[in-house]
């Protein structure tokens, strides 16, 4: 199954003026915000990639095309350095697409130009490229298949840290909540999608405003649900944290590590 990476944004609240990458190419330890979300789709065998570029694009395609796969891989190191015999690989299956969707495109408008891409494909994966997350994406895409939906999302609970206030005509709070406890979900980012989408998406559209609030009203949307770890990376802040889990060893959303049932890839 193809997957769609929306990876053209600015990520001006990620960056705040300290670089001028992509948002897609925060680091999280040795390896990208991007390269995370590619191996979890691979993990679950969906190893063909579009990356729907705009700013930035030259960073994205300069680091695969100098990927280094000893950089997560072991390898033996042989003939005084000269042969270099990797015993896993990361990337060796994997077909990835780099097409230029425009710096200032919408998501919708960024999906409708690498359709021609997805011909044939019933069902396809799509990413914001900067959310990670360890949900079971075999058991989404099943849930639409079974399904009379056109599209699905994952719905994640908002952080921890906003407080809903409710307050009164004359401008006094009456009451302050957290908003985990208010029962509120989120678009999580996570999207599984049938071609029928593209009947709703108009030129320049979005995907969300108007593919899938149209599909909400039809009754063609699904959720998929998931209170496990799910981690955005829109502020510095939220990418500390990310980076903080990844220092100290907790990390879910690694799931070709956590899960012995899938074996990696031999190198090649």
Same mark, same amino acid.
């Given at each position: 199954?193809?997957?769609?990476?929306?990876?053209?944004g600015?990520g001006?609240?990620? +960056?705040?003026?300290v670089t #001028?990458?992509p948002?897609?190419?925060?680091?999280?330890g040795?390896?990208p915000?991007?390269?995370?979300v590619?191996?979890?789709?691979?993990?679950?065998?969906?190893?063909e990639? %579009?990356?729907?570029?705009?700013y930035g694009?030259h960073y994205?395609?300069d680091?695969?095309?100098?990927?280094?796969e000893?950089?997560s891989? #072991?390898?033996?190191l042989?003939?005084?350095?000269?042969r270099?015999?990797?015993l896993?690989a990361?990337?060796?299956?994997?077909t990835?697409?780099?097409?230029?969707t425009g710096?200032?495109s919408?998501?919708?408008?960024?999906l409708?130009?690498v359709?021609?891409?997805?011909?044939?494909?019933?069902?396809?994966?799509a990413n914001y490229? #900067?959310?990670?997350?360890?949900?079971p994406? #075999?058991?989404m895409v099943?849930?639409l298949?079974?399904?009379?939906?056109?599209?699905?999302?994952l719905?994640a609970?908002?952080d921890?840290?906003?407080?809903?206030?409710? %307050?009164?005509k004359d401008? +006094?709070i009456r009451? %302050?909540?957290a908003?985990a406890?208010?029962?509120?979900w989120?678009?999580?980012?996570?999207?599984?999608?049938?071609?029928?989408v593209?009947?709703?998406?108009?030129?320049?559209g979005d995907?969300?405003e108007?593919a899938?609030?149209a599909?909400?009203?039809?009754?063609?949307?699904?959720?998929y649900?998931?209170?496990?770890f799910?981690?955005?990376t829109?502020?510095?802040?939220e990418?500390?944290?990310?980076?903080?889990h990844?220092?100290?060893?907790?990390?879910?959303w690694?799931v070709?590590?956590?899960?012995?049932t +899938?074996?990696?890839a031999?190198?090649v």
């Amino acid at each position: 199954m193809k997957v769609v990476l929306f990876c053209g944004g600015q990520g001006l609240r990620m +960056r705040e003026g300290v670089t #001028d990458l992509p948002k897609p190419m925060i680091m999280v330890g040795h390896r990208p915000l991007i390269w995370h979300v590619m191996r979890y789709y691979a993990h679950f065998g969906h190893t063909e990639f %579009i990356l729907c570029l705009g700013y930035g694009a030259h960073y994205i395609k300069d680091y695969f095309l100098n990927y280094r796969e000893t950089a997560s891989n #072991d390898f033996t190191l042989s003939g005084g350095g000269q042969r270099v015999e990797l015993l896993s690989a990361d990337i060796a299956d994997w077909t990835i697409h780099f097409i230029d969707t425009g710096v200032d495109s919408a998501i919708g408008e960024r999906l409708r130009r690498v359709r021609h891409l997805l011909q044939g494909e019933d069902v396809f994966l799509a990413n914001y490229s #900067d959310v990670l997350t360890d949900a079971p994406l #075999d058991v989404m895409v099943e849930r639409l298949v079974r399904s009379d939906a056109i599209g699905s999302l994952l719905a994640a609970r908002p952080d921890k840290s906003f407080h809903c206030v409710n %307050i009164g005509k004359d401008g +006094r709070i009456r009451s %302050i909540q957290a908003s985990a406890d208010m029962g509120l979900w989120v678009n999580g980012g996570f999207f599984v999608l049938r071609q029928e989408v593209f009947d709703f998406i108009p030129k320049g559209g979005d995907l969300v405003e108007d593919a899938c609030t149209a599909l909400a009203e039809r009754n063609r949307l699904l959720s998929y649900s998931y209170t496990g770890f799910w981690h955005p990376t829109d502020t510095i802040k939220e990418r500390n944290n990310l980076e903080a889990h990844f220092a100290r060893g907790d990390r879910p959303w690694m799931v070709w590590e956590t899960d012995p049932t +899938r074996a990696p890839a031999p190198a090649v």
